[in-house]
Protein backbone atom coordinates (compact mmCIF):
# COMPACT_ATOMS: atom_id res chain seq x y z
CA UNK A 1 0.00 0.00 0.00
CA UNK A 2 1.67 3.60 -0.98
CA UNK A 3 1.57 5.70 2.31
CA UNK A 4 0.11 9.09 2.13
CA UNK A 5 2.44 11.34 4.84
CA UNK A 6 0.79 14.42 6.57
CA UNK A 7 2.48 17.64 5.95
CA UNK A 8 1.46 21.25 7.93
CA UNK A 9 3.52 23.70 5.80
CA UNK A 10 3.52 26.60 8.19
CA UNK A 11 4.66 29.77 8.32
CA UNK A 12 7.71 29.43 10.56
CA UNK A 13 7.92 25.58 11.06
CA UNK A 14 6.70 22.48 9.23
CA UNK A 15 6.41 18.78 10.18
CA UNK A 16 5.38 15.99 8.82
CA UNK A 17 3.41 12.69 10.57
CA UNK A 18 2.43 8.87 8.98
CA UNK A 19 -0.26 7.28 10.04
CA UNK A 20 1.56 4.09 12.34
CA UNK A 21 0.07 1.48 14.73
CA UNK A 22 -3.42 2.80 14.32
CA UNK A 23 -2.86 6.80 15.45
CA UNK A 24 -0.53 9.70 13.89
CA UNK A 25 2.83 10.18 14.77
CA UNK A 26 5.12 12.85 13.84
CA UNK A 27 8.20 11.93 12.27
CA UNK A 28 11.88 13.93 13.50
CA UNK A 29 14.33 15.03 11.51
CA UNK A 30 18.05 14.11 11.45
CA UNK A 31 18.20 16.66 14.17
CA UNK A 32 16.09 15.00 16.25
CA UNK A 33 13.59 17.71 15.98
CA UNK A 34 9.61 17.65 15.47
CA UNK A 35 9.81 20.76 13.72
CA UNK A 36 11.85 21.91 10.80
CA UNK A 37 11.69 25.47 10.14
CA UNK A 38 10.07 27.07 7.30
CA UNK A 39 14.10 28.61 6.05
CA UNK A 40 15.63 28.20 2.45
CA UNK A 41 18.66 29.76 2.11
CA UNK A 42 21.27 29.49 -1.04
CA UNK A 43 25.02 29.64 0.30
CA UNK A 44 28.33 31.64 -1.86
CA UNK A 45 28.74 28.26 -3.48
CA UNK A 46 25.21 27.78 -4.86
CA UNK A 47 24.35 25.34 -2.42
CA UNK A 48 20.60 25.08 -1.19
CA UNK A 49 20.23 24.90 2.79
CA UNK A 50 16.35 24.33 4.47
CA UNK A 51 15.44 24.40 8.43
CA UNK A 52 18.15 24.29 11.28
CA UNK A 53 21.07 24.08 8.42
CA UNK A 54 19.37 27.74 6.66
CA UNK A 55 18.57 29.00 10.31
CA UNK A 56 22.12 28.50 11.13
CA UNK A 57 23.37 30.89 8.47
CA UNK A 58 20.77 33.09 8.05
CA UNK A 59 22.82 35.95 10.33
CA UNK A 60 25.52 36.13 8.08
CA UNK A 61 23.56 35.50 4.65
CA UNK A 62 20.35 37.60 5.59
CA UNK A 63 19.58 38.71 2.04
CA UNK A 64 19.74 35.34 0.38
CA UNK A 65 17.61 33.44 3.18
CA UNK A 66 13.91 33.42 2.74
CA UNK A 67 11.39 32.58 5.51
CA UNK A 68 7.55 33.16 5.93
CA UNK A 69 7.11 32.87 2.09
CA UNK A 70 3.63 31.45 3.49
CA UNK A 71 2.61 35.17 3.74
CA UNK A 72 2.84 35.73 0.08
CA UNK A 73 2.08 32.30 -1.74
CA UNK A 74 -0.96 32.53 -4.08
CA UNK A 75 -0.83 36.75 -3.75
CA UNK A 76 -0.48 39.06 -6.64
CA UNK A 77 2.18 40.61 -5.73
CA UNK A 78 0.49 44.35 -5.70
CA UNK A 79 -1.49 42.86 -3.10
CA UNK A 80 -1.21 44.46 0.27
CA UNK A 81 0.05 42.07 2.03
CA UNK A 82 2.80 41.18 -0.39
CA UNK A 83 3.65 45.26 -0.29
CA UNK A 84 3.63 44.75 3.71
CA UNK A 85 6.00 42.03 3.57
CA UNK A 86 8.19 43.39 1.16
CA UNK A 87 9.06 46.66 4.04
CA UNK A 88 9.49 43.77 6.73
CA UNK A 89 11.87 40.99 5.18
CA UNK A 90 15.47 40.89 5.34
CA UNK A 91 14.79 39.32 1.68
CA UNK A 92 14.41 41.10 -2.00
CA UNK A 93 11.01 40.73 -3.22
CA UNK A 94 10.05 41.49 -7.27
CA UNK A 95 7.13 41.43 -9.20
CA UNK A 96 7.06 37.89 -11.83
CA UNK A 97 5.99 37.75 -15.26
CA UNK A 98 2.64 37.10 -14.62
CA UNK A 99 2.36 39.41 -11.63
CA UNK A 100 2.75 37.17 -8.95
CA UNK A 101 5.61 37.96 -6.40
CA UNK A 102 9.41 36.23 -6.76
CA UNK A 103 11.94 35.94 -4.21
CA UNK A 104 15.20 36.80 -5.35
CA UNK A 105 18.16 34.70 -3.85
CA UNK A 106 21.89 35.32 -5.38
CA UNK A 107 20.43 36.67 -7.98
CA UNK A 108 17.94 34.32 -9.24
CA UNK A 109 14.12 34.68 -9.12
CA UNK A 110 12.41 32.01 -6.98
CA UNK A 111 8.59 31.89 -7.40
CA UNK A 112 6.91 31.17 -3.85
CA UNK A 113 5.89 27.21 -5.13
CA UNK A 114 9.58 26.97 -5.82
CA UNK A 115 10.87 28.14 -2.48
CA UNK A 116 7.80 26.07 -0.81
CA UNK A 117 8.71 23.08 -2.71
CA UNK A 118 12.53 22.67 -0.46
CA UNK A 119 10.26 22.48 2.24
CA UNK A 120 7.93 20.03 1.07
CA UNK A 121 10.90 18.37 -0.41
CA UNK A 122 12.76 17.59 3.22
CA UNK A 123 10.04 16.95 4.65
CA UNK A 124 9.30 13.71 1.86
CA UNK A 125 12.99 13.01 2.63
CA UNK A 126 12.58 12.89 6.22
CA UNK A 127 9.33 10.41 6.09
CA UNK A 128 11.31 8.48 3.60
CA UNK A 129 14.26 8.08 5.83
CA UNK A 130 12.28 7.12 8.37
CA UNK A 131 10.01 4.73 6.11
CA UNK A 132 12.60 3.51 4.54
CA UNK A 133 11.03 3.38 0.96
CA UNK A 134 9.83 6.21 -1.26
CA UNK A 135 6.79 8.76 -0.74
CA UNK A 136 4.67 10.22 -3.70
CA UNK A 137 1.74 11.13 -1.78
CA UNK A 138 0.70 13.93 0.88
CA UNK A 139 -1.96 15.82 1.99
CA UNK A 140 -1.15 19.25 3.48
CA UNK A 141 -2.41 21.41 6.11
CA UNK A 142 -3.37 25.24 4.82
CA UNK A 143 -5.05 27.96 6.62
CA UNK A 144 -8.78 27.85 6.15
CA UNK A 145 -9.13 31.60 4.72
CA UNK A 146 -6.96 30.28 1.74
CA UNK A 147 -8.29 31.12 -1.45
CA UNK A 148 -8.36 29.01 -4.77
CA UNK A 149 -4.98 30.70 -6.20
CA UNK A 150 -3.27 30.13 -2.96
CA UNK A 151 -4.23 26.06 -2.52
CA UNK A 152 -3.22 25.47 -6.11
CA UNK A 153 -0.05 27.19 -5.77
CA UNK A 154 0.40 25.07 -2.68
CA UNK A 155 -0.30 21.65 -5.00
CA UNK A 156 2.15 23.27 -7.30
CA UNK A 157 4.62 23.48 -4.83
CA UNK A 158 4.06 19.76 -3.99
CA UNK A 159 4.24 18.87 -7.66
CA UNK A 160 7.48 20.38 -7.49
CA UNK A 161 9.05 18.40 -4.58
CA UNK A 162 7.48 15.26 -6.36
CA UNK A 163 4.32 14.91 -4.12
CA UNK A 164 1.05 14.30 -5.41
CA UNK A 165 -1.20 16.31 -3.07
CA UNK A 166 -4.11 13.83 -2.79
CA UNK A 167 -5.85 16.56 -0.56
CA UNK A 168 -5.73 20.22 1.02
CA UNK A 169 -7.25 19.88 4.67
CA UNK A 170 -7.90 23.18 6.42
CA UNK A 171 -5.98 23.44 9.71
CA UNK A 172 -8.57 24.48 11.77
CA UNK A 173 -10.22 21.15 10.17
CA UNK A 174 -7.70 19.16 10.71
CA UNK A 175 -7.53 20.24 14.55
CA UNK A 176 -11.09 19.63 15.22
CA UNK A 177 -10.33 16.00 13.63
CA UNK A 178 -7.35 15.31 16.14
CA UNK A 179 -9.57 17.04 18.85
CA UNK A 180 -13.09 15.50 17.76
CA UNK A 181 -11.73 11.73 16.61
CA UNK A 182 -13.70 9.09 18.33
CA UNK A 183 -16.22 11.26 20.02
CA UNK A 184 -19.96 10.17 20.61
CA UNK A 185 -21.49 13.55 20.39
CA UNK A 186 -21.69 16.39 17.98
CA UNK A 187 -20.17 19.64 19.01
CA UNK A 188 -19.30 23.01 17.96
CA UNK A 189 -15.64 24.50 18.89
CA UNK A 190 -13.86 27.25 18.66
CA UNK A 191 -10.24 26.79 16.80
CA UNK A 192 -7.86 29.53 17.56
CA UNK A 193 -4.75 28.95 15.78
CA UNK A 194 -1.66 31.45 16.89
CA UNK A 195 0.89 30.44 14.37
CA UNK A 196 4.05 31.98 13.38
CA UNK A 197 2.72 34.33 10.80
CA UNK A 198 -1.38 34.41 11.70
CA UNK A 199 -4.14 34.37 13.85
CA UNK A 200 -6.92 32.76 13.16
CA UNK A 201 -10.33 31.60 14.56
CA UNK A 202 -12.67 29.26 13.25
CA UNK A 203 -15.74 27.98 14.42
CA UNK A 204 -16.30 24.06 14.11
CA UNK A 205 -18.83 21.76 13.98
CA UNK A 206 -18.30 17.89 14.24
CA UNK A 207 -20.89 14.79 14.27
CA UNK A 208 -20.81 11.64 15.09
CA UNK A 209 -20.97 10.45 11.89
CA UNK A 210 -16.98 11.52 11.24
CA UNK A 211 -17.95 15.13 9.10
CA UNK A 212 -16.30 17.87 10.26
CA UNK A 213 -17.56 21.37 8.88
CA UNK A 214 -15.82 25.10 8.86
CA UNK A 215 -18.93 27.21 10.11
CA UNK A 216 -16.87 30.52 9.71
CA UNK A 217 -13.04 31.59 9.87
CA UNK A 218 -11.23 34.98 10.20
CA UNK A 219 -8.15 36.01 10.94
CA UNK A 220 -4.79 38.33 10.47
CA UNK A 221 -2.06 37.47 8.11
CA UNK A 222 0.65 39.90 9.98
CA UNK A 223 -0.54 39.03 13.63
CA UNK A 224 2.02 35.67 14.48
CA UNK A 225 5.07 35.24 16.24
CA UNK A 226 6.98 36.69 13.81
CA UNK A 227 5.21 40.28 14.27
CA UNK A 228 5.32 39.90 17.85
CA UNK A 229 9.36 39.01 16.94
CA UNK A 230 9.18 42.74 15.44
CA UNK A 231 7.13 45.06 17.57
CA UNK A 232 9.71 43.37 20.31
CA UNK A 233 12.82 44.34 18.54
CA UNK A 234 11.01 47.44 17.74
CA UNK A 235 10.60 48.30 21.38
CA UNK A 236 14.22 47.65 21.77
CA UNK A 237 15.34 49.79 19.46
CA UNK A 238 13.40 52.46 20.26
CA UNK A 239 14.26 52.32 23.76
Known sequence: MTRVIGIDLG?????????????????????????????????????????????RQATTNAANTAYAVKR???????????????????????????????VVLRGREYSCPEISAFLLTEMRVVAE???????????VT???YFNDSQR????????????????????PTAAAIAYGFGHDRDRTVAVY????????????????DGNFRVLGTTGDSFLGGEDFDERLMGWLIDG
Open 72 to 102: LIGRPYQSEEVQHARSHVSYPIVSGPGGDPR
Open 142 to 144: VPA
Open 193 to 208: DLGGGTFDVSIVRSTT
Open 11 to 55: TTNCCVAVWDAGAPRVISNKGGYKTTPSIVGIGADGRVHVGQAAQ
Open 152 to 171: QAVRDAGRIAGLDVVRIINE
Open 129 to 139: EHLGEAVEKAV
